[in-house]
């Protein structure tokens, strides 16, 4: 079985610090990690992904996320935070199992960024 | 740019009757799913499809159905809707390439039952 952790519920932090945003997963086999945003009324937008290779993966707005094998983690980093920036975060996991590969997601994370 | 369209923004129905989500894709891919959203539940996989009549179930099936006669639509079914499936439906779609691509999203629909 596959899981994904979001720790927190809600991160705040002030415009212009830098943020994170934290995932943690459990796959049996090679992990496929992705971050997705959703602002309010909307559906979920691909922000970024891992599939293999360099272990820091950069996205869109500015976002980034390291990829660290060895603690199971897929934090999303960004070093200058934006009051637009706030909105729902969700962090997902699949992996190569052959077939269809089925996506497990987080339970999300609200960032508020503060003026 | 990959377009995902649910039929309905905001639906507000009565217990017992039968509802209908229609979601279109138009960039031709293979999968489509139909998640709901709940408030510290996260998204959870009701059905998904990987081809034209075909579906699998996915974590909560229990008290839907879904339909894909075309490749592009897919729709998700309340036989007997109830009160525990208020909730925000989101239709997703990706290509069949061994879940490298993400899934791209409708703006969802607010589902209330009465």
């Known amino acids: 079985a596959q899981s994904v952790a979001q720790p927190e519920d809600q991160v705040n932090v002030a415009e212009g610090n830098p943020l994170t945003v934290k995932c943690t997963y459990s796959?049996?086999?090679?992990?496929?990690l992705f971050w997705y945003v959703q602002y309010p009324n909307r559906g979920l937008q691909f922000l970024l992904k891992?599939?293999?290779?360099?272990?820091l993966v950069k996205g869109s707005y500015g976002f980034e996320a390291e990829f660290n094998k060895s603690q199971t983690s897929f934090h999303l980093k960004k070093p200058s935070a934006l009051v637009s920036d706030s909105a729902l975060y969700f962090c997902?996991?699949?992996?190569?199992?052959?077939?269809?590969?089925?996506?497990?997601f987080g339970t999300g994370t609200k960032l508020q960024v503060i003026p | 740019d990959v377009k995902v369209t649910q039929s309905s923004r905001y639906l507000v129905k009565r217990t017992g009757e039968k509802v209908f989500l229609e979601c279109v894709q138009d960039?031709?891919?293979?999968?489509m799913f139909w998640y709901r959203q709940d408030p510290g539940l996260g998204l959870r996989l009701i059905y998904f499809?990987?081809?034209?009549?075909?579906?699998e179930k996915g974590d909560i099936p229990e008290g839907y159905s879904v339909s894909r006669e075309k490749k592009e639509r897919f729709s998700l079914i309340l036989e007997s809707a109830s009160t525990n499936q208020t909730s925000m439906y989101l239709c997703?779609?990706?290509?069949?390439?061994?879940?490298?691509?993400?899934?791209?999203f409708g703006d969802g629909t607010r589902l209330s039952i009465l």
């Open positions: 997902a996991v699949t992996m190569n199992s052959g077939g269809y590969q089925k996506v497990t």
């Open positions: 796959v049996s086999g090679n992990p496929y």
């Open positions: 891992y599939i293999t290779g360099d272990n």
């Open positions: 960039m031709d891919h293979e999968n």
């Open positions: 499809s990987y081809d034209v009549k075909m579906k």
């Open positions: 997703a779609s990706n290509p069949s390439t061994g879940g490298i691509q993400p899934q791209h």
